[in-house]
């Protein structure tokens, strides 16, 4: 079982950026999703979270309003779609699946784990 996330790379503040991040070796389809980060010296935080179904979301403050999280069952992939980014956004970008319960910004909380994709904003 994989979580392969791509689609990071240096961008200029103000700029956008989108990032994938498909599974394998299972469905995903009926598990909730999402993206964790850690920037360099700092804690891993949580950034956003969807339900299985697409139906809910949920986001950090820090990134509300400028970051949306997708997904596709169909093609077993979490998207996380950045805009208007900061340099404080960057950070390794982790996706994460099968939260055991509803407290998503816990990382101990979440089964699977991406191997992280680097962004990295200028200033």
């Known amino acids: 079982v994989q979580l392969q996330a791509c689609g990071g790379g240096l961008v200029q503040a103000g700029g956008s950026l989108s990032l994938s991040c498909e599974g394998s070796?299972?469905?995903?389809?009926?598990?909730?999703m999402g993206w964790f980060r850690q920037a360099p010296g700092k804690e891993r935080e949580f950034v956003a979270g969807?339900?299985?179904?697409?139906?809910?979301?949920s986001y950090a403050d820090s990134v509300k309003g400028r970051f949306t999280i997708s997904r596709d069952n169909a093609k077993n992939t979490v998207y996380l779609q950045m805009t208007s980014l900061k340099p404080d956004d960057t950070a390794v970008y982790y996706c994460v699946a099968g939260a055991r319960y509803r407290s998503w910004t816990y990382s101990s909380n979440w089964y699977y784990w991406g191997q992280g994709t680097l962004v990295t904003v200028s200033s």
């Open positions: 070796g299972r469905s995903f389809s009926s598990v909730d």
């Open positions: 969807i339900t299985w179904s697409g139906s809910n979301s």
